[in-house]
């Protein structure tokens, strides 16, 4: 299984800062998948960069994308809109888990704007970039994943 988590920054590709967020949401999905290949990758706020890298991990065989970062109201923040453009169906039901879930301690995670979706049997679900906000948000979804991922797979019906 192929796992990937992109992290999505200006500031971490130019080298400013660096990057906790996406290698905490690696460690996590590690926890839960430890025979996994986890492939870590690092993008711009670039919506064409952004596109480009989902549809090469969607191409390797990926099961999950993780984006880390890009899902707010900055004007470089085009992270829903790059997946909105590679994924076939929405998933809207792990978005709002997430903000729902997370609003409880951070208020402002109803401003995020992540989605969630498949382009084919990947599931492509859009992080916030901070490591709080994003393992947060993962630990919201987590079981909700494990069993998306077997029925996006073939490979279990619904309950």
């Known amino acids: 299984m192929i796992l990937a988590v992109i992290t999505i920054s ?7 800062t660096t990057d ?4 905490a949401v690696a460690a996590k999905l590690a926890a839960v998948w430890p025979q996994a290949e986890i492939a ?6 670039e ?16 099961s999950l994308v993780l984006t880390v ?14 997946t909105r453009r590679v994924i076939d169906r929405e998933a809207p039901g792990l978005a709002e888990a997430m903000r729902a879930t997370t609003a409880a301690n951070n ?5 995020s704007r992540g989605i969630a979706g498949l382009k084919s049997s990947t599931l492509i679900v859009n992080l916030p970039g901070s490591q709080r ?9 987590a079981s ?10 073939g490979g279990k019906d619904h309950p």
């Open 10 to 16: 200006d500031r971490c590709a130019l080298g400013l």
């Open 20 to 23: 906790t967020a996406g290698p």
């Open 40 to 45: 870590n990758r690092l993008v711009p706020d």
């Open 47 to 62: 919506e064409e960069q952004i596109v480009a890298m989902l549809l090469d991990l969607c191409a390797l065989g990926a």
């Open 69 to 82: 970062g890009g899902t707010g109201l900055g004007p470089r923040d085009r992270t829903p809109e790059a």
């Open 107 to 111: 208020p402002y995670a109803w401003l």
């Open 133 to 141: 906000g994003a393992t947060e948000c993962w630990d919201a979804i």
């Open 144 to 153: 909700l994943v494990h069993h998306g991922l077997e029925v996006a797979g």
